[in-house]
């Protein structure tokens, strides 16, 4: 079964997996605006880095979002 794409709402990136299901856990899980991992740093206010650790932590974690 294939995955819908899912764009970034700012650029219009394709996104990966862990780019969706990190705008899930930090925005909402119900979000319909899903930002790359680039733009969502910006609108987060932090690095790209940070958020890269964060997704690692999340897997760490357990986080079912990540899977």
Request: aromatic share 8%; glycine share 4%; hydrophobic share 30%.
């Amino acid at each position: 079964m294939k995955r819908e794409k899912i764009m970034c709402c700012k650029c219009g990136k394709t996104l990966k997996k862990d780019e969706t299901a990190l705008c899930r856990k930090l925005l909402d899980v119900d979000t319909e605006d899903f930002y790359c991992i680039d733009c969502l740093s910006g609108y987060l206010e932090c690095t790209r880095e940070d958020l890269e650790v964060k997704i690692q932590e999340f897997k760490e974690q357990g986080c079912t979002l990540f899977l």
